[in-house]
């Protein structure tokens, strides 16, 4: 029977830099979210804002009418301030629709995320318990001399044993 090679702790820092990177990856998608959602709620109170502006434009409209001929000037302000809030709020709902799509693929990217890290946990776990077994085993146990004493000769220079 051939001694298995020695194990090397190294093996697993590829798979732990990864988890690492992946769980860093992680805070900084989460810190996006929020910073995305932070951004939905002032477009969203922009939106309400442009929406009671919009009801003003249209009461002031109403009772400019009475009014008719001295103030048919500011009827026409008014309605060129009205297409021009419509015109943002299209604008802004249109925003609002790319930043939740945006928002939506930010989710599945921070699942994939975890589906990844899952795996690699789960790769992590595996390989610990094969590598406990390994050194737990007899055929490890029982050539710990062997390799002690190849240790010995190749400190010394003495080569290969």
């Not at 009461?59 to 809030?85: I, K």
């Not at 390989?127 to 002690?148: C, D, H, V």
């Amino acid at each position: 029977m051939t001694p298995a090679p020695e194990y090397s702790a190294h093996a697993t820092d590829p798979l732990r830099k990864q988890l690492i990177l992946a769980q860093v990856q992680l805070m900084e998608l989460e810190d996006l979210r929020d910073e995305l959602r932070s951004e939905l709620d002032a477009t969203r109170d922009l939106l309400g804002q442009n929406q009671k502006l919009g009801d003003d434009t249209l009461q002031a409209h109403d009772r400019l009418e009475a009014v008719h001929r001295d103030l048919q000037e500011e009827c026409t302000r008014l309605h060129t301030s009205l297409r021009q809030t419509r015109e943002q709020e299209v604008g802004l709902a249109a925003r609002l629709t790319e930043a939740q799509a945006h928002l939506a693929e930010r989710d599945r990217t921070l699942q994939d995320v975890h589906a990844v890290l899952a795996t690699l946990r789960s790769r992590i776990e595996q390989l610990e318990i094969s590598r406990l077994a390994f050194l737990r085993s007899r055929s490890w146990r029982y050539t710990a001399p062997l390799r002690a004493v190849g240790r010995l000769f190749r400190r010394a220079g003495g080569g290969k044993p």
